[in-house]
């Protein structure tokens, strides 16, 4: 008999590694994904706000996942909730050396 997870947070996040990292992780990508609102104004601005969180919290992160499918058939104990997480902080890098370089 398998035991239900009690908490949400228990099935969002990966195990053994504190919650606070990835709540934070997520709220970091969210507050960044508003500097879209600077490049343009009204509805030009939050189109570039959506781009930039598809881009950090769901297209990049879908895609690192996507691609360690392999080594979750190769190693079982590999956790795919980490790899979506590793992506979601890959694009957070990536967007913060975009913002340096957009003008």
Known sequence: MQIMPTRIAD?????DLPDGLFTSLIIACLLLG????????????????IENWLLMLLILP?????????FKYRDPTLEIKLMYYL????????TIAKLRYWR
């Open 62 to 70: 879908t895609a690192t996942a996507a691609i360690a499918l392999p």
């Open 34 to 49: 508003l500097a879209g609102l600077s490049k343009g104004t009204g509805v030009e601005g939050w189109l570039n706000v």
């Open 11 to 15: 099935i969002i996040y990966p195990k």
């Open 87 to 94: 992506g979601m902080f890959v694009a957070f890098l990536f």
